[in-house]
């Protein structure tokens, strides 16, 4: 993400940006999952600015992690922090990240994210977001730290085979809480992050600059939208929650037109704009909250807590048979009725 993108973000949004502070967290050793990331990146960055005790910077990415550590030595070289090679997936990698990092708050930022992608390879998008925050939450209960687990809103009621593997993820964290008083994780739900890696905003600007048209899936298309610093804001503030599980919605009005945003971007009422179709797995609009949860308030006027159905107690099996379904050689079909019989709304044909 781009440095500068925070100073244009409110006139890209449309909005004034939520201020959201992050809570002192200078005692804390905090481990980072999917460092090497858009929104792993900033966290780190952040964290480092903060002054944290201790920050653990976890992916699989070797030279976009070696590049982010190189990165911080030259601008933070106050700052303690560790580089660590490690696939989330892998429990004994992670096992051995956890032992020599010893953290208290471990922001889980590691996922796949494209939903067309995702889309042809539901495999992946099982063991990599399922598999892994089951590893990774086994490891905070295991080491008593406090979880900050990043969903989406493509969670919320998913056709797409990336929101019902988040989708399967919140359910599982809630299950594990239901039996475990001492593991609290917090969810975190929120929209696309302007200007991440992959994003819109970043395709529609590599076009611009190339001075070619702008590509948009719709017309209608409407998106919700963080800026950087308040997606990093938000992570923060709910590594602080009250010691009660819970899902957290970051409450930043209607969604988006991407018309408004790439007309915003151009600033040229006769820059071109080209409508291809959306793709697989997208729908028109999203939702941040299921038809069962109701909203709750926190201690920040713009942050909300969901409160919905009880986890049911079959989860925590479904979800270990998806697992051990996607690590086999199950065809694909088999894969999507499982992952369907777990998260009801992706309707699949087996």
């Not at 480092?48 to 070289?77: I, K, Q, S, Y």
């Not at 303690?80 to 051995?96: P, T, Y």
């Not at 006769?270 to 797995?281: K, L, M, S």
Request: charged fraction near 20%; proline fraction near 6%; aromatic fraction near 4%.
């Amino acid at each position: 993400m781009s440095p500068n993108l925070e100073q244009h973000a409110a006139r890209l949004l449309g909005r004034a940006l939520v201020d959201i502070q992050a809570p002192p967290l200078e005692d804390a050793r905090v481990l980072v999952t999917g460092a090497a990331g858009s929104i792993g990146e900033a966290l780190v960055t952040r964290l480092c600015d903060l002054g944290v005790a201790h920050v653990t910077a976890l992916d699989r990415a070797e030279t976009r992690l070696f590049r982010l550590g190189e990165r911080l030595r030259a601008t933070r070289p106050t700052a303690n922090v560790e580089l660590a090679l490690a696939d989330v997936c892998d429990r004994h990698s992670v096992a051995r990240a956890f032992a020599r990092a010893r953290p208290t708050v471990v922001l889980h930022a590691a996922a796949y994210k494209h939903v067309p992608m995702l889309e042809a390879f539901p495999r992946a998008a099982i063991l990599n977001n399922l598999s892994g925050t089951r590893v990774i939450a086994d490891a905070c209960a295991d080491a008593g730290a406090k979880l900050v687990f990043i969903s989406t809103d493509k969670a919320v009621a998913p056709i797409s085979v990336m929101g019902a593997s988040k989708r399967a993820c919140e359910l599982y964290l809630a299950a594990r809480s239901s039996q475990d008083s001492a593991f609290t994780p917090s969810t975190v739900r929120f929209g696309n992050v302007l200007g991440s890696r992959g994003s819109v905003l970043e395709i529609l600007s590599g076009q611009l600059d190339a001075r070619a048209p702008m590509t948009l899936t719709h017309p209608e298309m409407r998106r919700f939208f963080l800026a950087p610093g308040e997606a990093v804001g938000f992570v923060l503030w709910a590594s602080s929650a009250p010691d009660a599980a819970g899902v957290y919605v970051l409450d930043t009005g209607a969604p988006l037109a991407i018309t408004d945003l790439a007309r915003r971007l151009a600033s040229d009422p006769d820059q071109p704009i080209v409508f291809i179709g959306a793709r697989p797995g997208e729908r028109l609009e999203e939702r941040l909250m299921h038809d069962d949860e109701r909203r709750v308030s926190t201690s920040h006027p713009h942050v909300v807590r969901l409160e919905g159905a009880e986890a049911s107690s079959g989860v925590l099996a479904a979800c270990d048979a998806l697992c051990e379904l996607a690590r086999s050689d199950a065809p694909d079909p088999e894969l999507l009725a499982s992952l369907s019989a777990l998260v009801p709304s992706l309707e699949r044909v087996a």
